[in-house]
């Protein structure tokens, strides 16, 4: 059968097969769950959709109109940015021509596991919007390759490091919110632990914020000490970008590349800001960032010399 968009129940399912064929198992769901959460479900979901949505020949402003929303909403359920309603993920089916039952099945299927709260949910309370998404995708990441100006990463941070940056963006906090936005930080380095699904983790660390004794000394050098036995896990490599090499190429600030298990996913490149945050996951704007992570890593000092270079750290502080 076609429908409105001229897409057979044929393609649909082929759509829905090539791009996510676990999408039929309940096991295999619960796979893509646990690793990645409704985060990664609603970006399967969304990618999906978006392309039934083009061999369809459907606008996104179509699309949004057969589901009372608007063209940016259309655009923000195609990114995975939202949650779904069954009733919308069904309306665009309809709209697409999918009107074979198991291919709207597996559809509506990935709507409500992609709906189930992640373990993050508990901490909605300091947990902002623009940063959850980010959460998310960190649980489902394969490797992430980070550039950091002012603070070691969130994902190396030690308690009392974690701590101070926490106080110093939040001074007004009482200490029990404190507490939970650093247990939250602690409970995202959980994906470091994991037996078979560890992500790679490849971080430059500006100078700067290793010298900056946030928390105190004894803190630092701490800190300093925890990421030495960091860099002996194979799935970390740790360098140095000194104070001596100048200018060099992420002039603009820190940021971070995500590459995910799942391979229907596209990189997606976060810029964290003072209250907001960006995900870029256009084809050239993620050829440019992973030109400058390319760069820094060959400007940085080498792992072995970064190793060295903490350990003078630590006898400086």
Do not use: C
């Amino acid at each position: 059968m076609v429908g409105w968009g001229g897409v057979s129940a044929r393609r649909a399912g082929a759509i829905v097969d090539e791009q996510q064929s676990g999408a039929e198992h309940p096991d295999e769901l619960g796979a893509v769950e646990a690793s990645g959460g409704p985060t990664v479900l609603r970006m399967l979901l969304g990618g999906q959709l978006r392309r039934l949505r083009e061999a369809a020949g459907i606008t996104p402003d179509r699309a949004g109109y057969e589901i009372r929303a608007s063209r940016s909403k259309i655009s923000r359920v195609e990114h995975g940015r939202v949650g779904f309603k069954e009733r919308d993920v069904a309306d665009l089916l309809t709209l697409y021509g999918v009107t074979d039952e198991k291919v709207r099945q597996r559809m509506l299927m990935l709507a409500q596991q992609a709906n189930n709260p992640g373990w993050w949910a508990r901490y909605d309370d300091v947990l902002p919007d623009w940063f959850e998404t980010y959460v998310g995708l960190e649980q489902a990441t394969s490797l992430i390759r980070t550039y950091e100006l002012q603070f070691v990463p969130g994902l190396f941070q030690t308690r009392d490091y974690a701590r101070a940056v926490t106080v110093l963006g939040h001074r007004a906090a009482p200490p029990e919110e404190i507490e939970r936005r650093v247990s939250l930080r602690l409970n995202r380095q959980q994906i470091l632990g994991r037996a078979d699904s560890a992500p790679k983790i490849w971080a430059v660390i500006d100078e700067s914020a290793l010298r900056r004794p946030l928390g105190g000394r004894e803190v630092m050098r701490a800190q300093l000490e925890h990421l030495i036995e960091i860099t002996e896990s194979p799935q970390v490599t740790l360098q140095i970008m000194p104070f001596d090499r100048g200018g060099h190429s992420a002039a603009g600030g820190s940021f971070a590349i995500l590459r995910f298990a799942a391979p229907d996913l596209p990189d997606i490149v976060y810029i964290e800001q003072l209250t907001g945050a960006l995900y870029l996951d256009r084809p050239e704007e993620i050829d440019h960032y992973r030109e400058v992570m390319n760069s820094l890593s060959a400007e940085a000092e080498t792992p072995t010399e970064s190793e060295r270079q903490l350990k003078r750290l630590i006898q400086t502080i």
